[in-house]
């Protein structure tokens, strides 16, 4: 077996790929997360919650109905999606005049309460979930074993954040979106229906968030907690990337995945801490992040 | 200004014969502690505009200085609740200076980030006792001859720490400074722009705020005789965010209504039902922001200035 710093290369490539998985949650949250601030202008704290509920019902499909991983891949995300919808319309829609301050306070209290409810249904040690049988075999690279499940997860998230760019940067209704962002009344005043673009912004998000917490349910313990736990790194993702641009956030996320992954290997008591050890450093060098514009 | 302090002076008067009203003193001195801790947040939310979402590591990080320093080395309470407060202080001023690079929304990031750092500091290092915490801290005796084991003796020290700290934040408020923090979060360009170096302002105000955090999260840990994780935990930045906002920020006394509502609720709340109460601290949230934003203290001095007509100063 060879060594790299007097580490097994196997161990290395294992925690290489487990990094590019967290680093995948990281891009998909911290996409949806850019792209509802840029159109509600409002930070979504409950973005953790929404990924952990994307993770119970992934299990409740399967064990309450039967439902299959590969249908939950589909429906749990559209089906969180019409409820974030609904969120917005009731509560949401009442603070976009009013400092964003508010926005982060009202989904902090969203996250509060769905936390409270499924810690209070499911308890917080967690729920098991089995890799679909597709999967269960490791792939055998020649030079390492590769779970075929963490690929998968690596792959699937890497073809919806590049579609999710392409969306918004190449297509037209990306540019009506880019639009809304930039300036909302101007675009409202073309006769586009601005407040319906921005309800499916947040749905849209929203259903990113459950969709890598599908993604997450076979490798991740399910537990009520795993949403606010994810969600903080990712506000350092965020702070780290700058929201102005989409393919940063996606590279930011990865990155920081593979930086946490080879920490845990060469000096695993810090793993928890370095996204936010560089979050501070990348404060000090470049303030307004690495992919962002100086704010006014 | 007369009736204002003649409507301070009722409160002490109050607060000093509380524990002989029947309320049992633990639970005050819990309050107070608590109404420490959010009217140092409120200097900061309420009058410099700045919402921190990472004040729990203060408070968390100041009673385990406070824990460590009386138990381990043995120092009289009051000098190790002086060290407590320094170090959350110089805490302070560290997050500080890195939170104000950037504003409004990326500040609560970046303060909850780096709390969160703190957090996992915590879980891991061997002062703390991890996961269950630095117990059985003594509460000594004051100035070597005042026993605050006994709970009536205590809850004078803790009541006079908090007349200590909501004053020298009142004093703060009102001052020169004061007024230069309140610019500050009306509009800060302006502020700039009149001559003021707004970073400083801002970063002595959070250290400020930081310093007084840690007196109450120290005061904490000498009533309850422990210092936990839960304590630095970012379910305790985002309660004091909602005692202030419940209360009602940019006030004086806001944030100790507020804190007296969430502990107590909390208090009557715990054994019934269980892990429900983050359910009902989550929909106060909600609720304060769609349709309280002023905040109890706040709603009822608009509606006293309502009924007597006269116009805010």
Sequence with gaps: MTEIFGVSTQALLGQLVLGLVN????????????????????????HGAFYMIGAVMTWMALNYFGISYWWSLALVPLVVGVVAVVIERALLQWL????PLYGLLLTFGLALIFEGVFRNAYGVSGLPYSIPEQFSEP????????????????????????ATWFLIEKTRLGATLRAATENAKLTQAFGINVPLLVMLTYGFGIALAAFAGVLAAPTKQISPLMGSNLIIGVFAVVVIGGMGSILGAIVTGLALG???????????????????????????VRPAGLFGKRES | MTKRRLGYGLLIVLALVAPYAGLYP?????????????????????????????????????????????????????????????AAAALGLVFGW???????????????????????????????GGEDGLQDVPRGKL???????????????????????????????????????????????????????????KLLAFVLSAG?????????????????LTDAHWHQSGEVVLMTLLGGMGTSLGPVVGAGIIVTLQNELADKVGSLVSVIIGACFVLCVLAFRRGVVGEAGALYRRITGERRS
Excluded at chain 1, 26 to 45: D, K, R, T
Excluded at chain 2, 54 to 82: C, D, N, Q, S, T
Excluded at chain 2, 113 to 121: D, E, H, K
């Design chain 1, 139 to 162: 792939l055998n690279l020649g030079f390492m074993l590769l779970p075929k499940y963490r690929a998968w997860v690596i792959l699937v998230s890497l073809v919806v954040c590049f």
């Design chain 1, 23 to 46: 680093g995948s949650f990281y891009a998909l949250l911290s996409l949806g997360l850019a792209v509802i601030f840029g159109m509600l202008n409002i930070i979504n704290f409950a």
């Design chain 2, 26 to 86: 633990v639970l005050l001195m819990k309050i107070l502690c608590f109404a420490l801790f959010a009217c140092a947040f409120n200097l900061l939310l309420g009058y410099t505009g700045l919402l921190s979402f990472g004040h729990a590591a203060f408070f968390g990080m100041a009673g385990y200085v406070a824990g460590h320093g009386i138990k381990v080395w043995g120092l009289p309470p009051e000098i190790g609740l002086l060290l407590a407060a320094l």
């Design chain 2, 212 to 228: 007084l955090s840690g007196l109450a999260g120290a005061t904490k840990t000498l009533v309850f005789r422990f210092a936990t």
């Design chain 1, 258 to 284: 593979v930086i946490e992954g080879l920490t845990r290997v060469f000096y695993p008591e810090a793993s928890a801490t370095v996204v936010f050890i560089i979050m501070a450093l990348v404060l000090l």
């Design chain 2, 98 to 128: 890195l939170a104000i690079r950037r504003a409004g929304i990326y500040f609560a990031m970046i303060t909850l980030a780096l709390a969160q750092m703190m957090y996992f500091f915590f879980l891991q290092a061997p002062f703390t």
């Design chain 2, 143 to 201: 100035l070597g001859f005042i026993n605050l084991a006994d709970d009536l003796n205590l809850y004078y020290f803790v009541l006079a720490i908090f007349i200590f700290g909501f004053w020298a934040i009142y004093r703060t408020v009102h001052s020169p400074f004061g007024h230069v923090l309140k610019a500050i979060r009306e509009n800060e360009a302006r502020a700039t722009s009149l001559g003021y170096d707004v970073d400083r302002y």
């Design chain 1, 96 to 99: 976009y005049k009013l400092d």
